[in-house]
């Protein structure tokens, strides 16, 4: 049987109705009150306990189908998808998301230079060209198997770095235990062929794509704490963002 969710429709806002529920029953998801897998509840029933219409109630679930949180199989019905872990627009870290959906991260450190030299990344961290930077490399995997390659430069202070540390928690956990605390970052989202390595890696086939995010991470005063490139398996993966007009 599928379960109600408490859902509260405020009529006097200017959000929609249906993106009011769409975001309500996502929350129930991301939070785990539905658990991959689990039925949901169908758009009849819905619609009759919160009065509002069939049209506003098929639109929001049909976002979250779109979304990859819900699956719509006949024969079956709506269910909670599996798998997929969804990176909504807040500043969390891969290991944050998956603990929040309630799935136990695995992390595998590939590299760790605490003298690398990138110009590049310097220059994003505000430093000298030549300045050594902290490189660190991971395999982040679930049950399922390998999901992500983490790249991150960081400046030279996080040189002592706890490999152990890194492979029980996330990065961002460790910064902020050491009164670093990212505040806002600039994110870059696309999608490039999988290079060989990260073919094998995160055991794909030879032309499937790999989804990518760099970002700049910056702490309250603007200052920058981290510059990662990352890559994640297309089919474990999604990116989840909401946009408003001006």
């Known amino acids: 049987m599928a379960t109600q ?24 998801i991301d939070t ?28 929001a679930i049909v976002e979250l189908v779109t979304r990859g949180l819900l699956v719509r199989r006949r024969g079956i019905g709506t269910t909670v998808a599996n798998e997929v872990i969804h ?11 998956l603990r929040r959906n309630g799935r136990e991260p695995l992390t595998e ?3 760790f230079n605490a003298d690398f030299v990138d110009r590049r990344a310097s220059g994003i961290l505000g430093l000298e060209p030549d300045t050594p930077l ?25 040189a002592d770095l706890d490999l152990g540390e890194l492979t029980n928690q996330g990065l961002y956990n460790m910064m902020r235990a050491r ?42 005063s603007g200052a920058p704490v981290e510059f990662g490139d990352h890559c994640y398996r297309y089919d474990r993966y999604l ?8």
Do not use: C
Request: proline residues 8%; without cysteine.
């Open 5 to 28: 969710i408490q859902v509260t429709i405020d009529r006097n806002s200017p959000v929609p109705l249906y993106h009011q529920l769409a975001e309500q029953l996502a929350a129930a």
């Open 32 to 59: 785990g009150v539905l658990k991959p897998g689990d039925a949901f509840e169908n758009e009849l029933s819905l619609a009759d306990r919160l009065d509002l219409s069939r049209p506003t109630v098929r639109r």
């Open 87 to 97: 990176r909504r627009n807040e500043l969390t870290s891969l290991y944050d998301d």
């Open 109 to 111: 450190v590939l590299e």
């Open 134 to 158: 902290v490189y660190l490399e991971r395999l982040r995997s679930v049950a399922e198997g390998p999901m992500s390659i983490l790249r991150n430069w960081l400046p030279p202070m996080w």
């Open 179 to 220: 009164g670093v605390v990212p505040a806002v970052a600039h994110q870059t989202i696309g999608a490039r062929p999988a290079e060989p390595d990260e073919r094998k890696l995160l055991g794909l086939d030879k032309n499937d794509p790999v989804l990518t995010m760099s970002r700049r991470a910056y702490d309250s």
């Open 239 to 246: 990116f989840d963002i909401t946009v408003y007009a001006s």
